[in-house]
Nanobody
Framework: QVQLVESGGGLVQAGGSLRLSCAAS????????MGWFRQAPGKEREFVVG???????NYADSVKGRFTISRDNAKNTVYLQMNSLKPEDTAVYYC???????????????????WGQGTQVTVSS
C-alpha cells in the first residue's frame, strides 16, 4: 500500500505562487509515474501534469509555462510549483501514483492506483 499526503494549498491572489507537496509512505515512488489532478466545484476532475519514472513530463495546455512538476525520489516526494495563478486554477488538487505504467504519463485518472486526500487551492481575483 502507498499513502499519499498533499500539503501546501491555501489562498493566494491572482498572479501569485504556491508550491504543493505530495509525500509518500509505504513504498518508494521511484518506480511510479506521478500525476497531479484537480477538481473545481461542479466540474469533473481534470489532469494537470504528470511525470514518469524516467523523467518524461506531460502538461495540460491550461498550465503550460506556469506550473512545474518535480520529484525528489530521495525524499519520496513530488512537488507542483504553481506560478502566475489565475482564479480558474481554484480547485482541490490531488496527487496520484501509477505503478503499472510508470514509464508513461497518463492523463486518465482511472489508470492511477493511489490517490491523496487533496489540498484546496483558492485564487482570488
Amino acid at each position: 500500500q502507498v499513502q499519499l499526503v498533499e500539503s501546501g494549498g491555501g489562498l493566494v491572489q491572482a498572479g501569485g505562487s504556491l508550491r504543493l507537496s505530495c509525500a509518500a509512505s509505504g513504498r518508494t515512488l521511484s518506480s511510479f509515474a506521478m500525476g497531479w489532478f484537480r477538481q473545481a466545484p461542479g466540474k469533473e476532475r481534470e489532469f494537470v501534469v504528470g511525470k514518469s519514472n524516467g523523467g518524461r513530463t506531460n502538461y495540460a495546455d491550461s498550465v503550460k509555462g506556469r506550473f512545474t512538476i518535480s520529484r525528489d525520489n530521495a525524499k519520496n516526494t513530488v512537488y507542483l510549483q504553481m506560478n502566475s495563478l489565475k482564479p480558474e486554477d481554484t480547485a482541490v488538487y490531488y496527487c496520484a501514483a501509477d505503478l503499472a505504467r510508470g514509464w508513461y504519463v497518463s492523463p486518465d485518472g482511472k489508470e492511477y492506483d493511489y490517490w491523496g486526500q487533496g489540498t484546496q487551492v483558492t485564487v482570488s481575483s
